[in-house]
């Protein structure tokens, strides 16, 4: 049971995460939430097919048809996460009165708002259906084994429990947060969590020996092993590994440097406006 009470959490947090972020973001920008009906929807879809076609899935490409999918998968939250961030990162470095300008200006257009709309969709929705498509599969192992099935299901139910009150603590603390606090906030979690999952999409190809897993940078076992509560909760939220190989550094700086850049180019341009 506790195996399925790990398992399920990991998934679920990761994905309620990014959900309850999302959902926060729109409710400071006043968007409505109706995008989130259809993410889930097509997640859930997509989850299903993932895990009913996972055997073809798998024996494609010569055996490595899931983990290219998986880090294809994952590639396109990446990418939609950093234009997400490129896109709201002007609201993060501006006074009051100009953060009200800059808003207006980015939604004064149906375009500006259906971005945004798009971008949450595609990043749920892809979540979801990577992360639910492993409790599908993870369940229908024990199709054939009631007792087992019944102690997956409660241990599943608990994971599952624990990973949504997570992800709506962290909407209700990130709704009461001042909106200038908010957007740095919201941009420095949505770049760790993209740059998580970059580290995976090196791990998915180092797996199938199309990149090379030479000796890690460090080993952080002993502080905090991946396997264990903590380690599962650094997984879901920032990808935390304890033996990461350098290659899965590089790609965790490639997908953190745009947006980190972005900020970092208004936070200058801001320090000059305050000195003229």
Same mark, same amino acid.
Request: glycine content about 6%; overall charge negative.
């Given at each position: ?27 400071? #920008?006043?968007?409505? *939430?109706?995008?989130? #009906? ?30 290219? !999918? $998986? ?12 234009? #997400? ?13 100009? $953060? $009200? ?6 939604? /004064? =257009?149906?375009?500006?708002?259906? #971005? ?39 241990? =599943? ?16 603390? *990130? ?10 906030? *919201? ?6 969590? /993209? ?9 998915? !190809?180092?797996?199938?020996? @199309? ?16 396997? =264990? @509560?903590?380690?599962? !909760? ?16 590089? *790609? ?12 970092? @180019?208004?936070? @200058?341009? !801001? ?6």
């Amino acid at each position: 049971m506790l195996d399925a009470v790990l398992l399920i959490l990991r998934e679920v947090l990761e994905a309620a995460l990014i959900l309850s972020l999302l959902l926060a973001l729109s409710q400071k #920008l006043h968007l409505q *939430f109706r995008w989130s #009906l259809i993410a889930v929807t097509i997640g859930t879809i997509g989850s299903w097919l993932l895990a009913h076609y996972a055997y073809e899935i798998a024996d494609a490409m010569d055996g490595t048809g899931q983990e290219l !999918l $998986n880090a294809a998968l994952y590639s396109v939250v990446i990418l939609s996460v950093i234009a #997400l961030g490129l896109f709201i990162c002007p609201l993060a470095f501006k006074s009051h009165l100009e $953060n $009200n300008l800059t808003q207006k200006k980015i939604f /004064a =257009s149906p375009s500006g708002k259906k #971005l945004i709309y798009r971008l949450c969709i595609v990043i749920v929705s892809f979540s979801l259906a990577r992360e639910a498509s492993e409790i599908w599969i993870y369940l229908s192992a024990f199709t054939h084994d009631t007792e087992m099935l019944s102690s997956a299901l409660i241990g =599943s139910a608990i994971g599952a429990g624990i990973g949504m009150s997570l992800g709506a603590s962290t909407y209700y603390a *990130f709704t009461f947060m001042q909106k200038s606090y908010f957007i740095p906030v *919201f941009l420095a979690i949505i770049t760790l969590l /993209a740059g998580g999952l970059s580290m995976q999409i090196a791990k998915q !190809l180092m797996q199938i020996g @199309w990149l090379d897993s030479a000796t890690p940078l460090w080993d952080s076992t002993f502080l905090v092993d991946e396997h =264990s @509560w903590v380690g599962e !909760l650094l997984y879901a939220l920032i990808g935390y590994d304890s033996r990461p190989a350098p290659i899965q550094g590089i *790609f965790y700086l490639l997908t953190i440097t745009p947006v980190v850049s972005a900020c970092a @180019w208004h936070a @200058w341009q !801001l320090r000059v406006k305050t000195h003229e």
